[in-house]
Structure formats: structure tokens, C-alpha cells
């Protein structure tokens, strides 16, 4: 498995974006090609490559994921309005990169989970 990708490079800092959130274990910044007035990206700092490669060794990783979420969601203030929370896993979810990551979506009604056929 690929050590480094996009994301591995926007956490070291060797790419520079504004960051919006980082700490000892997830980064947040916003996505390149936003799907919403509000679209940021929380990542784990460490290669966690899809849903399937998480341990139990992860749990507070993943935890801190989801308080990093409603805190950015209140400092942009959607978090009455509510928003959405998405991890892809694999090609039948659009996974492009393969660097596990929380999509955090809000800012307009988002409309149904799925795509309609
Ligand atoms: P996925 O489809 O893997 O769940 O989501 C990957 C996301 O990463 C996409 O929404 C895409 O726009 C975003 N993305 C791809 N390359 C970059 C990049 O270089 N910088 C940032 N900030 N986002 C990226």
C-alpha cells in the first residue's frame, strides 16, 4: 500500500492549504471541489486507507472525528440547520482517495441520501 497520497502530503504540510482544524490525531481542511456552501474534509493523520483497514486500535481516532465534525459545524454555524456526514469506502461508493476521511456537508438542504435513478 501507496505511504503517501494527497491528503498524507496536506497533513505533513508539505502541500499547504488552510487548515481548519489539527490536532495530535485528525486534520480538517476544506475540499478542492466543494458539494456544498460548507464541504470539509476531516482526515486521521495516519494512513488509514478505507473503512475495511480500521482496527479497534482506531476507535479514538474515529471518535475524534466525529467531535472535530460538530465542532467546525457550529463554528460555521450549520449546526442547527443540520449536515451531513459521509465516508466512502471502495469504487461503489466513489472512494477516490484512499485515505480514510469524513466529508462534513451542510450550508443548503442536501436533498435525498442517494442519487436518484
Ligand atoms: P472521496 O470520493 O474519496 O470520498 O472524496 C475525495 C474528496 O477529496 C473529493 O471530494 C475531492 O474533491 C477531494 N480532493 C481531491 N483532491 C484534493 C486535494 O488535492 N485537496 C483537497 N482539499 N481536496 C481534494
Known amino acids: 500500500m501507496k505511504k503517501d497520497n ?3 502530503n496536506i497533513i505533513t504540510k508539505k502541500i499547504k492549504v488552510d487548515l481548519l482544524y489539527q490536532d495530535e490525531l485528525v ?16 482526515v486521521p493523520n495516519i494512513l488509514i486507507p478505507t ?9 479514538i481516532i474515529l471518535g475524534r472525528l466525529f467531535v472535530v465534525a460538530a465542532k467546525i459545524a457550529k463554528r ?3 449546526h442547527a440547520s443540520g ?5 466512502n469506502c471502495n469504487h461503489h ?12 456537508l451542510g ?3 442536501l436533498g435525498p441520501l442517494l442519487q436518484q435513478e
Do not use: W
Request: charge should be negative.
Open 51 to 59: 473503512v475495511n483497514h480500521i482496527t479497534t486500535n482506531d476507535e
Open 6 to 8: 494527497i491528503f498524507t
Open 27 to 42: 486534520t480538517a481542511f476544506y475540499d478542492l471541489n466543494p458539494q456544498a456552501p460548507v464541504h470539509v474534509l476531516i
Open 93 to 104: 461508493s466513489g472512494q477516490e482517495i484512499y485515505h480514510l476521511h469524513m466529508h462534513l
Open 83 to 87: 449536515y451531513r456526514l459521509i465516508v
Open 107 to 109: 450550508g443548503k438542504p
Open 76 to 78: 460555521k454555524n450549520i
